[in-house]
């Protein structure tokens, strides 16, 4: 323990582990493609989400339509909005998204998922922020399936004595 707290460099732990110094070092790099827009993919119950970011005026296209129009409940919009007021990025970027499947509110959280990660992706410096808040997290939980002998995933069905 004693000696894990004497190596406070990162090239002296790079050296003590064997790892080089320029590998321990190296930044990661944002990835944006040739218009300067980086992608990502975000899932939430059967919604899956594509989404694009770049440097704009805060627009937000869900499947070619406004965010006003295509998520007409505040509560959804304002998921939208979480990733960007955490980092203090509120109006800096444009957002373009196609989504498919499941309902409005899987959607909603996909496109959530994709933003925070679209956005890790442009500025990898902002992952410790979208981390500690859990907008990098999948939420894995999905649909129960329906099983024979039942009426639902785990109702039975009604219980006749004669």
Request: with cysteine; hydrophobic share 40%; charged share 25%.
């Amino acid at each position: 323990m004693a000696e894990t707290q004497s190596l406070s460099d990162l090239s002296d732990l790079a050296a003590a582990t064997g790892v080089d110094a320029e590998v321990a070092e190296a930044p990661v790099e944002p990835v944006r493609d040739a218009f300067g827009r980086s992608y990502a993919t975000g899932r939430r119950k059967d919604a899956v989400a594509r989404v694009w970011i770049k440097p704009g005026t805060g627009r937000i296209t869900v499947c070619g339509q406004d965010q006003e129009v295509y998520f007409a409940r505040p509560v959804l919009r304002m998921l939208l909005q979480q990733p960007f007021q955490v980092t203090n990025r509120l109006g800096q970027f444009d957002v373009v998204a196609t989504v498919k499947g499941g309902g409005l509110s899987g959607q909603a959280g996909a496109v959530r998922l994709g933003i925070s990660r679209a956005l890790v992706n442009y500025e990898p410096g902002l992952k410790p922020a979208l981390r500690q808040y859990g907008f990098l997290t999948r939420d894995s939980r999905m649909v129960e399936r329906k099983k024979y002998g039942k009426a639902k995933a785990r109702r039975s069905f009604q219980f006749s004595k004669r």
